[in-house]
């Protein structure tokens, strides 16, 4: 098996924080092709799959408020990211479902674009961010929040709470949030407080991943209806119906032709005309 089939299979089989990972990889993959200023060394997404916080901009591109959360401006920032999530997505799923992981992902990742957006009007900032890590730490937190005492085994550490690495996580997000990126923090902050939200919530019988669930399921169910319907259609109305009709008349005329010939075969030759064949469907039709 050679890579490619290593990773197929790895996707296939994954479940859905693999796929992400996986996506997020891909995206930043593709965004190194066509993004990547190799003379400067950094890259430059353009205003339609970056969130930009100026309203001239995210207005006409709302999808930027869900595109921003698959891109990465470097390898480091990939490959930080994808480690906690890896590491999160493990915590978050041990309790809750797909549909629910999922869920939270864009949700957040909506959330924080918005809150973004927002902090840098009222800061009167103009930027624009990529990145999964709001989404990732709103996992991160949902998890700390159902189960904040379980213990987690880190390397050279050895077993801490959980709670205690959200904490020193979101600590060091609140110290640098006016040093630099504050856009990111601003995000990272949002994702984070959606992830609690959501947790408490759902502990009150609100499932908000329903939402995305419910808007995946209107466009599969709108697709496959539209080429699953005629053939159901033909088949209830018509094909069944008709069959079994036919079907039951065809015998009953068969039967009684054949008898109709019998008894007129005795009655011009006598009952010992009839072959042996005759003889056992007659007496078979009789009882």
């Not at 900032?125 to 379980?150: C, E, N, Q, R």
């Not at 699953?228 to 065809?250: D, L, M, Q």
Request: aromatic share 18%.
């Amino acid at each position: 098996m050679n890579i490619i089939d290593d990773l197929k299979l790895q996707y296939k089989i994954g479940g859905v924080a693999i796929r992400l990972i996986f996506w997020n990889v891909l995206c930043f993959l593709v965004s190194l092709l066509f993004f990547y200023n190799f003379k400067v060394g950094a890259f430059d997404f353009p205003s339609w799959i970056a969130l930009s916080s100026e309203p001239s901009n995210f207005i006409i591109k709302p999808w930027t408020f869900l595109t921003y959360a698959f891109l990465h401006d470097g390898f480091w920032h990939l490959f930080f990211n994808m480690m906690v999530l890896n590491f999160s997505s493990t915590l978050f799923l041990t309790f809750f479902t797909p549909k629910q992981y999922f869920g939270l992902y864009i949700l957040s990742a909506i959330f924080a674009g918005i809150a973004f957006v927002t902090g840098y009007y009222f800061l009167n900032l103009s930027s624009a961010i990529v990145g999964a890590s709001a989404a990732i730490m709103a996992i991160l937190v949902a998890t700390t929040t159902y189960h904040p005492l379980m213990n987690v085994r880190l390397l050279l550490i050895g077993n801490v709470k959980l709670w205690h690495i959200t904490f020193v996580i979101i600590l060091i997000d609140l110290m640098q949030f006016r040093l630099e990126n504050t856009g990111g923090h601003i995000s990272h902050l949002s994702g984070a407080f959606f992830g609690f939200i959501f947790i408490k919530l759902l502990q009150n019988g609100i499932d908000l991943s329903k939402i995305v669930s419910r808007f995946l399921d209107f466009f599969t169910n709108l697709f496959s209806k539209s080429s699953s319907t005629p053939f159901k259609a033909v088949h209830k109305n018509y094909s069944k119906p008709a069959e079994k009709s036919t079907s039951r008349i065809i015998t009953k005329d068969k039967a009684q032709q054949q008898i109709d010939e019998i008894l007129d075969k005795i009655s011009q030759s006598g009952y010992d005309s009839l072959t042996k064949e005759e003889k056992e469907f007659l007496f078979k039709a009789g009882k």
